[in-house]
């Protein structure tokens, strides 16, 4: 049996799944940027007991049209 990995796993180092997170104002997050390994990346914790509401899906592609990331916007509600 051949497994296949998902095709949005990073193997290559240029695949990737992007969840950019919408935090309205009054909800707790704690930025952990400063801790982080890459705080580039503006990593926060959330309440384990929230939702999330998915508000757009989409990829971006390199120049030769291949996809390398895939994004997905959501909200924390």
Request: no cysteine; hydrophobic share 30%; proline share 6%.
């Amino acid at each position: 049996m051949d497994i296949q990995p998902h095709p949005f796993s990073v193997i290559d180092g240029r695949s990737a799944v992007v969840y950019k997170i919408t935090v309205p104002k009054g909800k707790h997050a704690l930025d952990v940027s400063s801790i982080s390994h890459k705080p580039d990346e503006q990593e926060v914790l959330l309440p384990s007991t929230g939702k999330y509401r998915v508000d757009k899906v989409y990829y971006e592609k390199d120049d030769d049209g291949f996809i390398i990331r895939q994004i997905v916007e959501v909200t924390y509600e």
